[in-house]
């Protein structure tokens, strides 16, 4: 079976880069953004779209997976909420794909529930968090020229991220985002070079 | 200033077996139960008395760190409650003991509040756990001839331990133990051999 390393990650901890790198050092594929287009292509709504669906998407009362018990409320539910339909859609789409990708070989996947959606691969599960400062001095040095988030913004900005973030896994999988339990392994970033550390994690391969 | 390597461990996680596999890897000193036979001869009391209060110390009102902005409530709460001075006093001799380890050269140091103790000199602070399965499997394996719990009674012994470890860590640090944010490194055993693991990890050093 391909060994499959999942990449969890708070914005702005370096996960991405975590994961790239250690798809470089391992010279596996790599899916972060890759995922979003491919669902884009095969439901033919634009990628932007397909984005904002996963990442904007709101706390509802039944999360889908509980509420197989509670069909006539989610039933209801859906019949009167056009986005949660569509959200469960695209999940739906992304976890074919990302099951689809497993099959063809070894590979790093960054985010989208690949952990809970491959746990019958037993993929290698990791977590990537840092500091609130250490993530905000992260943004700012990957931030376009023309972002001027003052300090309190920029915080704001990245709680919200990973609040969504969170709701999203939490959603999905009826799982905790960032317990440690859903991992097998969680890095700080805090106080590391991300270079320096990957070609080490890379020998637990 | 010395490299000094602390772990907390949930019971049964193997999070000792790793400490003491990583100091023997990296040829430097490992302090676990040593430090409790050092307050134990510096207290004159037992070891097994220290032990106890160490580990079966009740929850209380007010944690000390926070108390003293409520000097009055906790000056009762301690005329009222010996129980608490003497784990405080414990608590001060231990601290000491392990200020004083750190100084004198690079080293692990298993439990014990090291990690927050030690704060000032960055300690590379590792938190080791696993699922219920294999705590319970690691427990019997490691269980004297005579131990004969029932699964239920074994779990139930495990949870018991780690919430005397989490209540001792969080009252005394006012963090909370094993929330990932307090580790550079939270390293799940459920499905990996300490000993293939350690020679990796003490590449980080």
Known sequence: M???ITIGRQFGSGGRELGRLLAEELGIPYYDQ???REIADRTLMPESYVQQII???KIVAFPLHI???FQLATDLQIATNPKIEESSAIFNQQSKIIREIAEKSDCV???RCADYILKERNPYRIFVY???EKKMKRCREYAPENENFGDKELEKHIMEIDKRRASYYNFHTGQKWGDPINY???INTTNLSIKEIVPILAKLF
């Open 67 to 69: 509420a197989k018990s």
């Open 55 to 57: 990442e904007q998407r």
């Open 130 to 132: 840092a500091d609130m």
């Open 2 to 4: 391909n060994k499959i």
């Open 184 to 186: 097998d392994l969680c």
């Open 34 to 36: 890759e995922i979003v």
């Open 109 to 111: 996947i960054v985010g």
